[in-house]
């Protein structure tokens, strides 16, 4: 019976040719850059793009998928050697195979053959996730927005620590209004690419006057002017952060990569509007550079 997971994948979509080849080719010394590549992106839209398509990171994906070909070999005939089957699947030594190997499937490859499983361990764990209700439409057409300069606290932050943003919107509220502040008392998430690999960062802040000073213990960003595509999620009152990781899923992991457009290089903006509590029913904007 064919497996799911190796099912043929359609390859005019640039996330399924890349995690194709991923699968192929997970033994292989493959970095992001090299994935990214295959897809025609940017390390860091491809990242962003893969991880809301597959529920996880491209390397972690590569990881999981040495560990499911190690347990598969492990319990196969002829049986391989340890160190044999380390140095085939990309380590450099028996004692990094060993120590992968237990962090994935919770026991030393020796127990793993002694043991033999009646069955294999998935080759990527689903992620769970709650069902979400999520409304969300976007723009029949991209929308220009004039650059503007925003202020407030920032962090850098990857797969592994994102959970974390939503603690710097605390700290704003508690110093708003900020001296300097214009507008309509809206406030903005802007997130851009941070280093290497697929950090990035993310400042919760407000628009000030061109010539405001920085606010004390704030970062201040220009943000340019940029064409968007706009997306315009409905929010329901209840939790916010699963809702928001929801549209991050469908935009990123869906919406973009059938769109057609080419994305932009430039920050990716969350616009919350002036009277927007997230514990009541309100709207959020997605605004996601793209070339015009």
């Known amino acids: 019976m064919d497996n799911a997971c190796e099912r043929q994948p359609s390859l005019d979509d640039p996330l399924e040719r890349a995690r194709a080849f991923a699968l192929r080719s997970a033994p292989d010394n493959l970095s992001l850059e090299m994935l990214a590549d295959v897809a025609g992106l940017s390390p860091y839209h491809f990242a962003r793009q893969f991880n809301a398509r597959f529920g996880v990171s491209p390397m972690a994906f590569v990881r999981d998928r040495r560990m499911a070909l190690a347990a598969r070999r492990l319990v196969d005939e002829p049986r391989p050697a340890l160190v044999e089957l380390a140095f085939d699947l990309g380590f450099e030594s028996q004692e990094g195979f060993t120590r992968a190997f237990k962090r994935a499937h919770g026991v030393s490859p020796g127990r793993y053959r002694r043991e033999r499983p009646d069955t294999i361990k998935e080759e990527i764990a689903a992620m769970s996730e ?17 650059g503007f300069r925003v202020a407030g606290f920032s962090g850098v932050f ?10 710097l919107w605390p700290k704003l509220i508690e110093r708003l209004p900020l001296a300097g502040q214009v507008g309509d008392d809206a406030s903005f998430g802007v997130c851009a690419p941070a280093g290497a690999d697929a950090c990035f960062s993310y400042l919760a802040g ?7 000073p920085a606010p004390a213990g704030m970062e201040v960003k220009e943000v340019p002017a940029q064409t968007y595509l706009v997306f315009r999620q409905q929010t329901d009152g209840t939790a916010l952060h699963p809702q928001m990781q929801a549209a991050v899923r469908e935009i ?22 002036p009277d927007f509590y997230p514990d009541r029913p309100s709207h959020v904007e997605w605004w996601i550079p793209v070339e015009p």
């Not at 407000?206 to 405001?212: L, N, Q, S, T």
């Open 206 to 212: 407000v628009p000030i006057a061109a010539d405001a």
């Open 158 to 167: 990857d797969e592994a620590n994102r959970s974390k943003i939503p603690l």
């Open 130 to 146: 709650a069902t979400q209700r999520l409304a969300l439409t976007m723009e029949s057409a991209p929308v220009r927005k004039p």
């Open 252 to 273: 990123w992991g869906e919406r973009l990569p059938a769109s057609g457009y080419k994305l932009a290089n430039g920050p990716d903006i969350e616009a919350y509007p």
